[in-house]
């Protein structure tokens, strides 16, 4: 789970429905959450499915994110997760003002 | 999933990790989201839970959540959370400022 960060920053809040079967998904997973890792700005991102499919990542500003959006291979996916894997998703792009956790931060 | 929305609006990010047993969780999350739906401000929201829980809920503006936040049942149930049901949790407020759907939205 993605601790604290310091607002501003922003999230990209990405709901998905999966196709049927796994059409290289899994693969392509891991290997988009190892590039994301290594891009400019990725503060972090926390995953769920339980039929619907929501991923936060979170970034340091609006230009990480736009480089991100461009990264070649993460492109590449893009256009297959619109042939292959996902039967539809949503991508909301947003600024984190204020954030609470619990247990507080020590 | 929800769907379509007019930018700017607010997301509640609320990720969290479950204590062990239902200790009336489920009873509560049933009652809480109708209380949710009611609430005026109210746009939607998404939940997705494998291990780790991801709930992001959609409103029309700050106000609104504070609204949320201060309504009765949900102050009571925000205590009971920390003492039983959440062995961590983390919230984050942003507002939305640009969405995108696949397939498009006719």
Redesign the interface.
Known sequence: ???TLTPPYY?V?F?S?RTEGDNGYAEMADRLAELAMNQPGFLGA?????????T?SYWKDMESIRRWKAQADHAAAQRT??EMW?A????????????????PAS
Chains 1, 2 share one sequence.
């Open positions: 789970m993605v601790g999230a809040i709901t429905v926390d995953s769920a499915r339980s039929g619907l499919g929501i936060v997760g619109q996902y539809s998703y949503s991508l909301r792009i947003a600024k984190v003002e204020k954030e609470v956790h619990f247990p």
